[in-house]
Structure formats: structure tokens, C-alpha cells
């Protein structure tokens, strides 16, 4: 027998489960079931589809069995699914490979109450046992292989694996429970209650294997001679679920209570979803599908190896769970169930990748699941739970799925400039509210909500009661926004880059100013020199001496630049153009002067003001203190 360490982060998560203060621990039962399922749908493909194994298995048929030993103090559930092998067993059960429970280890705190909350938020599969268990006893046999394996555990720091015998393959978990649990487990009704709850639409048959005091009947020549009937024990083999796969289920017959439960089943979220989405399609194309929006966005939804939410079907028959192709990835959150009539069952991955029928049945979905979201967004309070989680996600959409962008754009929110309180706005509403000659969409981009809102470029829009997006998650937006193009035929501007709006230009009185200021503005471009691309006087500011903007060429190269730096590749720098504003008493003064070096400490006290209050850094902040110090100092 080999000794085996787990790693040291199942360690940490088997001291959380045999120290747990988590009330739920009922669970362990549907994320062994689940688990037993999984093995079960994975026998039923391969031996479809190979070879090797298609006439030892061909009148096969999937089941899970569970039995109890009340003196023994003990649980048993096993399944003939697939099985593991010595290596399955030290990869899956020794080791964290699920992304999911990554994420769920990588949030632990420490505390334990709180990381116990957080196993009903992750649920976290086989380990889940050792909230119940002293021991655990896996055997198990991979199905075409000889040799069978056991593994065993305390849930402490180690397991052991050995060669074992076992005569069909499949897996049984023998648990041995601690003496505060059995009571309640080793329960017939315990069982059937849970079962019932969590796995009743579970595809295969459940049985319940136990003992049970039977008394004998009596003939009716015994029954008049008063004999009394003798007790005896049966074994009872009871089916305790429905064994249909819920999705093949009419709606009609399918209560809230349902659809949550196999939610539950098949996402480890013990939360109800916030949104189910059941189709059925006939047609040329015969498909189900079953969708579920989860409450809480999946916490590995920003990790590149998140793990796909949708399972494929084929009549019936589990296909796979690991392609991220069945939804754009824009869409990973939501988790399910396709289940196709008309693909063939052998589909390889390649296949998959390029098949007609699944682009089909993902088209009609992706747009179903769109227009179930734009019903949810009637309800604003239920919708902003909605955005709360997946408006970053959807931004993605735009760039990803052209076909869909304008539906997706309806369902995005924003912060503006004419909303407060949290309160986002869509893209509707803002047209709505806009006067009659404005034609475009108004945005401005940048990390801090504070310092955008703060930004001296909105002065002119404020002044003219024109309302600005306020873009605060930079990473995304500026990639993104400049993309968009459109909405509804009002094109989407970066007020940084565009012309201020609405500002009267009488060309004469124009030439005038920038005539009148001309020496000032090359003054103040010889002194910024490499710091800036251009100096320009201009009408755009009201309050502030001056703002930075870009001209269009820079903005693109901006939103380019994440993609650039991904590749690895060199970013050119951009440099800021500095406008000034000639009705500020700053720079009024500043025309007059003749005093070279209060000229240039101005322009470079100019520019900084300007990136400080647009939330850039600026490039010397020790020079700006020492030339603000030297000015004020002057002006006493
Ligand atoms: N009854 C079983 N038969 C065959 N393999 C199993 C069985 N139980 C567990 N495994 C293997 O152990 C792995 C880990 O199981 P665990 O419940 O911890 O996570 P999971 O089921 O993979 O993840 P999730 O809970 O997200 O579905 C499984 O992926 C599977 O490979």
C-alpha cells in the first residue's frame, strides 16, 4: 500500500470540511450523486463510440446505488459509470484540478465561519464527504482496464491507494460517518428527502438498498389459530428518483422548485439561478436547451481557464462539458443544457468546432438568452442585480458578436453624467433625454469615476446640459467603446478627442483669439517642448485655465494599446495636446508677461493641473512642487 500527500491546498480545504461549521452538509450526497452521474454519462458515450468497449457493454444500462448501515454507521453509494484508474484517482481525488474549486481555495480567508460560507457558495465536490466522514473508501475500476484501485482517507493529511479486486467497473464511496452524523444519514428517510431535493431528475435510476423489519403474513387457518406473525428482515432495492433528465420534462409539469433543484444539481451554486431559460425547437433543427443565469457571476468567469457552464447532449446521451465553443465566450456565465436530436452521437471536437447544426442551435440560443435578459431588464430593481454582475461581460459582446450588437447595446447600463446614486442609464434613456439636435453619444474614458466625473472636458457638455457617459472601467471600455460605432444611428464620441459641442464659432472672432494669443502659445509649446503634441487656444473650457485632449489618431492607437502590450509589442508614447483657455485670468496674464522663466514654470503648471485633473500622472512631481512653491511664494 503507497502513502500518498495531498496537495497542500486539498489539505487546507480537508481541514475546512472536517472542521466545518457549515450547516448545509447534506450536500455531500448531491456532489457525490452529481459525481456518480458525471461517470455514468461518460461510460454511455464511450461505449457508443468505442470500439473496445461497445460489446462488453452493450446491454449496459447506468445506476446509481446507495445503501445505509445503521450499526455499522455507514453510507454507500456506488455507480457503474466509467471509473478511475490509479492515476484518475491521484489527479482528481489527490489533487485540485477543477478551476471552480481553485477559485474556492484561492477565496479562503482563514475564518473559519466565514470560509464556511463560502462552501454554499462554491460547493466544492468529493471533498464536500469529509463534512460527514471519519473515513472514506473509494474502490474503483476504470471501465476496459483489469485492475481495480482503492483509495483511502481520514481526510487528514494523506491517503492511501492500492490494487484492489473489484468485479465490474464503476466506483463505489463507502463512508464511514462520525458518530454526530450517522443518526441523521444512515436514514432511509434522511436519504430519499435529499435525493428527492437535489438529484430526482438525475438521468439514471437511484436505489435506495436497505434493511427492513418485515412481519410475515399469515395464512388464514394461522391468522384464526392466533398465531402471531414472525419478524423478519428484508433487503429492499427501491427506486427513489424519477430518473428522467428534467429538460425532456414540458414546462407545464415543472414547478420553480424543479428547475432550481437541477440548477443546483449540475453548477455546485447552492443559490437558486437568477433566470431559467427553457426552449424546446422543432423544426428542421430538433434541440432543447435549458439555460440558467446564475445569481452571482462564477468566480472564475475572468480567469482564462475558466470552465464551460454548458453540457452537450445528443439524445439523451452526455456528450461533453468541456466546450467552450457552444456559447460565445461573452455569454460563459450562464450554465445548462443543450440537447440535440439531429447531431450524429460519434461527434469528434473538430467536428463540433465546425458543425452546422450546433452553429444553428448556438445562434437561436445566444439570441433567446438575449431576449430573456431584455424581458428581465423590465424590472429595473431585478435587472440592476443583473448588471451588478454581467454588464462587464456584455461589453464584450459588443466587439465579439457584430450580428447581435445592437440588442446587446440595449442591454448594457452606464454611469452618466445625469444620473447619481449608483444609478446606471441605458442607451435608450439617454437618447431620450437628449435635446432634439443632439445626434451622438458622448463619452468619456478613464479609471476613477471621481476624476472623470471631476474632468474639466465636461465643463462645455454641462454647461450646455448635454449628458456624458461616465466609462470608469478603463481596461474594457476603451478597447471596446470605439468599437461600437453606433447605436441606433447616434455615433458614440470620446469627448477627449472630439470637438466641444454646441459652442458658437464665429470664424472672425476665432482667428481673432488664436491671433491675439499667438506668441503666448508657441511661447508655451517651445517650453513644453517633447511633453506635449500640440498647444491650442481654444472655447472649450469655462472654469479651468486647461485641459489635455487627443486628436482621433492618438485615440485609436489608446484603445489598440492593451493589444498591443499583450503581444508583447512596444506602445509609441501619446502625447497630450494642452488646449488653454483665453478668457482664464491665468492665462490672460500670462499673455502680457514678458518674465521667460515665469512663462515656463506657467505652461509646465498648465499641463500638470490639467493631466492631475484628469487623473494622468504627471511626469515630475517634484519639479511642480518646487515651481508651485516658488509661485505662490511670489504672489504673497
Ligand atoms: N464516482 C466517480 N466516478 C468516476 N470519477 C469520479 C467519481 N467521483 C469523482 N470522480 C473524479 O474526480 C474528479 C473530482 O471530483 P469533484 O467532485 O471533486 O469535482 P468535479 O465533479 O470534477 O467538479 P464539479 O463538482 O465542478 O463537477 C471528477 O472530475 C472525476 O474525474
Redesign the pocket.
Known amino acids: 500500500m503507497a502513502k500518498h500527500q495531498f496537495q497542500t491546498e486539498v489539505g487546507q480545504l480537508l481541514h475546512l470540511m472536517t472542521h466545518s461549521l457549515y450547516s448545509n452538509k447534506e450536500i455531500f450526497v448531491r456532489?457525490l450523486v452529481?459525481?456518480?452521474s458525471?461517470?455514468i454519462d461518460k461510460l454511455n458515450y464511450l461505449r457508443l463510440t468505442d470500439e473496445k468497449l461497445k460489446d462488453s457493454f452493450a446491454s449496459w444500462k447506468g445506476e446509481i446505488n446507495i445503501s445505509f448501515d445503521e450499526k455499522d454507521k455507514s453510507l454507500t453509494i456506488i455507480?457503474n459509470?466509467?471509473?478511475?484508474n490509479e492515476e484518475?484517482m491521484i489527479n482528481?481525488?489527490g489533487t485540485i484540478a477543477?478551476s471552480?474549486?481553485k477559485s474556492f481555495v484561492e477565496a479562503l480567508t482563514g475564518d473559519a465561519k466565514k470560509d464556511s460560507n463560502l462552501i454554499g457558495q462554491f460547493?466544492?465536490?468529493?471533498?464536500s464527504v469529509f463534512m460527514v466522514a471519519d473515513k472514506v473508501d473509494v474502490i474503483?475500476k476504470k471501465a476496459g482496464e483489469e485492475v481495480a484501485y482503492k483509495w483511502s482517507s481520514d481526510g487528514s493529511g494523506e491517503f492511501d491507494l492500492a490494487p484492489c479486486t473489484k468485479e465490474s467497473a464503476g466506483?463505489v464511496?463507502y463512508i464511514k460517518l462520525k458518530d454526530e452524523e450517522a443518526g441523521e444519514f444512515a436514514s432511509k428517510y434522511r436519504i430519499k428527502n435529499i435525493v428527492g431535493k437535489y438529484s430526482n431528475h438525475i438521468a439514471y435510476p437511484i436505489f435506495l438498498n436497505y434493511d427492513e423489519e418485515v412481519s410475515e403474513t399469515l395464512s388464514e387457518e394461522d391468522e384464526k389459530a392466533g398465531k402471531t406473525p414472525e419478524k423478519k428482515t428484508e433487503r429492499k432495492h427501491e427506486q427513489i428518483n424519477e430518473a428522467t433528465a428534467l429538460w425532456t420534462q414540458p414546462k407545464a409539469k415543472l414547478k420553480d422548485e424543479d428547475y432550481n433543484n437541477f440548477y443546483k444539481s449540475i453548477s455546485?451554486d447552492s443559490s437558486d439561478p437568477m433566470l431559467t431559460i427553457h426552449t424546446k425547437t422543432e423544426g428542421v433543427n430538433e434541440y432543447i436547451t435549458l439555460f440558467y443565469i446564475p445569481q452571482i457571476a462564477p468566480m472564475d468567469m475572468y480567469r482564462a481557464d475558466y470552465q464551460s457552464g454548458i453540457k452537450l447532449y445528443v439524445k439523451r446521451v452526455f456528450i461533453t462539458d468541456d466546450d467552450k465553443e457552444l456559447l460565445p465566450t461573452y455569454l460563459r456565465f450562464v450554465r445548462g443544457i443543450i440537447d440535440s436530436e439531429d447531431l450524429p452521437l460519434n461527434v469528434s471536437r473538430e467536428i463540433l468546432q465546425e458543425n452546422r447544426i450546433l452553429a444553428n442551435i448556438k445562434q437561436s440560443s445566444v439570441k433567446k438568452i438575449l431576449s430573456e435578459i431584455k424581458k428581465l431588464s423590465k424590472d429595473e430593481e431585478k435587472y440592476s442585480k443583473f448588471i451588478e454582475q454581467y454588464n462587464r461581460a456584455l461589453k464584450e459582446g459588443v466587439y465579439q458578436d457584430y450580428t447581435n450588437k445592437e440588442a446587446i447595446l440595449e442591454l448594457l447600463r452606464y454611469k452618466s453624467t445625469k444620473t447619481e446614486d449608483k444609478k446606471l442609464t441605458s442607451l435608450e434613456d439617454y437618447k431620450n433625454r437628449a435635446n432634439s439636435e443632439q445626434k451622438a453619444i458622448y463619452y468619456i474614458v478613464g479609471e476613477n469615476e471621481k476624476v472623470l466625473r471631476n474632468s474639466p472636458l465636461l465643463e462645455s457638455y454641462n454647461k450646455n446640459d448635454i449628458e456624458v457617459l461616465i466609462l470608469d472601467d478603463k481596461e474594457i471600455d476603451e478597447i471596446i467603446t470605439p468599437a461600437i460605432g453606433a447605436f441606433k444611428e447616434w455615433e458614440f464620441k470620446d469627448i477627449t478627442t472630439c470637438e466641444a459641442p454646441k459652442v458658437e464659432i464665429n470664424e472672425e472672432e476665432k482667428k481673432e483669439v488664436e491671433e491675439k494669443f499667438k506668441d503666448i502659445v508657441s511661447k508655451i509649446k517651445e517650453k513644453l517642448n517633447d511633453d506635449v503634441k500640440d498647444v491650442k487656444i481654444t472655447n472649450r473650457l469655462s472654469e479651468s485655465a486647461s485641459c489635455i485632449t487627443k486628436d482621433s489618431q492618438d485615440a485609436q492607437m489608446a484603445a489598440m494599446a492593451h493589444m498591443f502590450r499583450s503581444m508583447g509589442q512596444e506602445v509609441p508614447e501619446i502625447k497630450p495636446i494642452l488646449e488653454i483657455n483665453p478668457n482664464h485670468e491665468i492665462v490672460k496674464k500670462l499673455k502680457d508677461t514678458k518674465d521667460e522663466g515665469l512663462i515656463e514654470d506657467i505652461s509646465w503648471i498648465l499641463l500638470d493641473l490639467a493631466k492631475i485633473s484628469e487623473g494622468f500622472e504627471i511626469s515630475d512631481r517634484v519639479a511642480f512642487a518646487k515651481r508651485l512653491t516658488k509661485i505662490t511664494a511670489k504672489a504673497l
Open positions: 456532489e452529481s459525481n456518480a458525471d461517470a455507480d459509470g466509467i471509473g478511475m484518475d482528481s481525488i477543477k471552480g474549486t460547493g466544492v465536490g468529493f471533498y474503483s466506483t464511496i455546485q
